[in-house]
DNA sequence: CTTCTGTATGAGCATATAGTCATATAGTTA
DNA sequence: TAACTATATGACTATATGCTCATACAGAAG
């Protein structure tokens, strides 16, 4: 159903996003707050909380209260999967072309 | 490195769209020429066209030419684990939700 | 009550994306 | 050569995205 696939792709969306993916490799370690997590991507408080919220609407992030702080941490560990995979085509992908430049 | 999240964000927005997601699922099944693929999605054939340049670029499709045709395929099955993560990560969230719901 | 800390949000801007229609190109076939 | 088939691309439009600056808001501390 188009619903359905409509639906994949937003989940992936959420993942395909360089400040993102940063925070996703950040958050591997454990859950954070917001206020860790700005400084330790150097990204705006303002654009991070932004991303924050991207992923947690779509699933990809859980967060949770903690006193006055709100800490964030990877919901499924299927998006850390997603997340290697990305990088596991891009190897295959370099060494390809790493191959072609060693035959010229 | 910053270059390395670009990329690796490269590779799941390559995959991380309706219509591409459609395309991959078809070809699931072996290549495909483009004047299969795009009565099969629906989609206009310059539409199609655009998406699978946009695969194939980024590393998701092969492209191979057989006579007048080109066929595509998928390059590399971590593509079609991503697509599937995705589907695992819906499911999860979509069943959390009617837990909720029951809940009510 | 005021101030401070942590987080979210409105407004605006520049750029990217997905789609359409029309056209270009390359290789067949008549 | 002309017409046809398969695929790609230019030009355009509408919408989405990522970012910034400024501001809002909630709870804690003074």
């Given at each position: 159903?188009d619903?359905i696939l409509t639906?994949r792709a937003?989940?992936?969306?959420?993942?395909?996003?360089?400040?993102?993916?940063?925070?996703?490799?950040?958050?591997?370690?454990?859950?954070?707050?917001?206020?860790?997590?700005?400084?330790?991507?150097?990204?705006?408080?303002?654009?991070?909380?932004?991303?924050?919220?991207?992923?947690?609407?779509?699933?990809?992030?859980?967060?949770?209260?903690?006193?006055?702080?709100?800490?964030?941490?990877?919901?499924?560990?299927?998006?850390?999967?997603?997340?290697?995979?990305?990088?596991?085509?891009?190897?295959?992908?370099?060494?390809?072309?790493?191959?072609?430049?060693?035959?010229?």
């Amino acid at each position: 159903m188009d619903e359905i696939l409509t639906a994949r792709a937003e989940i992936l969306k959420a993942i395909a996003q360089p400040t993102r993916l940063k925070i996703i490799e950040l958050l591997r370690d454990g859950e954070r707050c917001v206020c860790e997590i700005f400084p330790a991507i150097a990204e705006e408080q303002s654009n991070t909380s932004r991303h924050l919220n991207i992923m947690q609407n779509n699933g990809i992030l859980a967060r949770r209260k903690e006193g006055t702080k709100i800490l964030y941490s990877v919901k499924h560990p299927e998006a850390l999967e997603i997340a290697d995979l990305a990088s596991a085509i891009l190897k295959k992908e370099i060494s390809g072309k790493s191959n072609l430049l060693q035959a010229v």
